[in-house]
């Protein structure tokens, strides 16, 4: 089963129903679930061959409707949203430099149904935290899905933490941690503006939730395509629906380059991979 399956079973047996009725609101919470995932992915770094960092502090900006529906339930939703990150740390073999920490806040400047993710990643106390140097926080803003057109969000908004916040450690090499490859391939997909990180051998695309790249257009299966890491990279169709187009030609399997555009549905993607 799914992390972002659990996630909703847990949620679903929680004060005895009490969040039947914030799963009505705009903004839902696996879609909550489902952004911080995608923080983790975009934001991972490589310190070493075994171990891979992600952001473990988190802030949920909502807009004043939906973060007046959510906030009564904040320090429980809170608590499952940390619990699925730290679940799907695990799967995906991610570390953590301290506690994880999920919060939601209030932005006057973000419509009904519009949500904002910032991330860092913050040191616990027995860290050996360099004062004055920070990790830049990353942020994205994704609409509700439900519109068609495989919109998934606008292109990424600069952020920076909130006054008095603690500061990030910076993205490093640890002391001891041997010497880093000369050189590294770094892949990834754009889908209407927005970069999503390749970080891990395959990478499953469609309108699931348990999708690693969840695309919200009617055109797209549950689980529509896959792709694979390798030499070359490569896309294979999970017998989907509407099948893959890959640079014109509608295919089930194909090898992608550098700019390759590949169309599901009515969604298109461009696989991106460099050197460094």
Not at 5 to 22: D, M, P, S, Y
């Amino acid at each position: 089963m799914g992390v972002l399956k659990r996630f909703e079973q847990r949620l679903e047996g929680l004060v005895n129903g009490t969040f039947a009725k914030v799963f009505k609101s705009e903004v839902q919470p696996v879609e909550i679930a489902g952004a911080l995932q995608r923080e983790c992915d975009n934001n991972a770094t490589i310190w070493n061959r075994d171990r891979t960092v992600v952001p473990n502090d988190f802030i949920v900006e909502l807009s004043a409707p939906d973060y007046e529906r959510l906030s009564p339930y904040s320090g429980q939703l809170g608590d499952e949203l940390s619990s699925m990150v730290r679940d799907y740390a695990k799967q995906q073999r991610y570390t953590f430099m301290g506690p994880i920490k999920v919060h939601l806040e209030k932005a006057d400047d973000l419509d009904t149904g519009l949500y904002r993710v910032r991330s860092r990643t913050l040191a616990s106390s027995t860290s050996q935290e360099q004062p004055g140097q920070a990790a830049a926080a990353r942020a994205s803003m994704a609409p509700r899905g439900g519109h068609g057109g495989g919109h998934v969000g606008p292109p990424p908004m600069p952020s920076s933490p909130p006054p008095g916040a603690a500061q990030p450690v910076p993205r490093a090499a640890p002391p001891g941690a041997g010497p880093q490859p000369y050189a590294q391939t770094r892949r990834w997909i754009e889908i209407n503006g927005t970069r999503h990180q390749i970080s891990r051998p395959t990478l499953v695309l469609g309108r699931s939730t348990d999708a690693d790249v969840r695309i919200d257009d009617p055109g797209v299966s549950r689980r529509h395509c896959e792709i694979r890491v390798g030499t070359p990279p490569t896309i294979q169709d999970l017998g989907s629906t509407n099948g893959i187009v890959v640079d014109g030609q509608h295919t089930t399997r194909a090898n992608l380059r550098d700019g390759s555009r590949i169309v599901v549905g009515s969604t298109t993607i461009v696989y991106r991979q460099a050197e460094g």
